[in-house]
C-alpha cells in the first residue's frame, strides 16, 4: 500500500533525525550495548556505524582529533592496545594514533557519538538522556 504525504514526511523526517545523530562502535561491545539501549529509551533516532563492518576513515579519525584530542579517543586501557607491541604504543602522537586507530579501530574508546554537531567520546548516560528528541 502506497505512503500518504503525512507518512512520507514522517518518514523523510525519522531519516533525517537519524542522520543527525550517529553511534560508532562495534555492535557486541557491552558499552555499545548500553549507549544504544539509553538513546532507543531516550526515543533519539540514530544511525549505527559498526567498526568492524564498515571500518573508519582515516579523515574521519583526523576530524575527531581535531575535536577531542587524540589521548581521549585512544582506549590505552583495552586488550588490543596491550597487545600492540611495544614499539606500536611508544611515542605515541596524533599521526601515529590515526595509523594505529585506523588498522585496528578496537583501539578507539567506545562509543563514539556525532550529535547535532557535538562529538561524544565514551557512555555518559546524562548526556545520552539529554539529546531527547
Not at 556505524?49 to 571500518?55: A, C, I, L
Not at 605515541?92 to 599521526?95: I, Y
Given at each position: 500500500m502506497p505512503q500518504t504525504a503525512a507518512e512520507r514526511q514522517g518518514t523523510d523526517r525519522e531519516a533525517e533525525l537519524a542522520s543527525d545523530v550517529t553511534i560508532y562502535g562495534i555492535k557486541n561491545c557491552d558499552t555499545m550495548k548500553k549507549a544504544r539501549a539509553a538513546l532507543d529509551a531516550a526515543g533519539v533516532p540514530y544511525a549505527f556505524?559498526?567498526?568492524?563492518?564498515?571500518?573508519i576513515s582515516r579523515?574521519?579519525?583526523e576530524a575527531?582529533?581535531?575535536q577531542v584530542g587524540w589521548e581521549k579517543l585512544v582506549n590505552k586501557a583495552g586488550t588490543t592496545f596491550r597487545k600492540l607491541p611495544e614499539a606500536e604504543r611508544a611515542d605515541?602522537?596524533?599521526?601515529k594514533a590515526v595509523t594505529l586507530m585506523e588498522a585496528h579501530p578496537s583501539l578507539i574508546k567506545r562509543p563514539v557519538l556525532e550529535?547535532?554537531?557535538?562529538?561524544?567520546?565514551?557512555?555518559?548516560?546524562?548526556a545520552y538522556a539529554a539529546l531527547k528528541a
Open positions: 556505524h559498526d567498526y568492524k563492518t564498515v571500518g579523515q574521519k579519525l575527531w582529533i581535531a605515541l602522537d596524533a599521526a550529535a547535532h554537531g557535538v562529538l561524544l567520546v565514551g557512555f555518559d548516560p546524562a
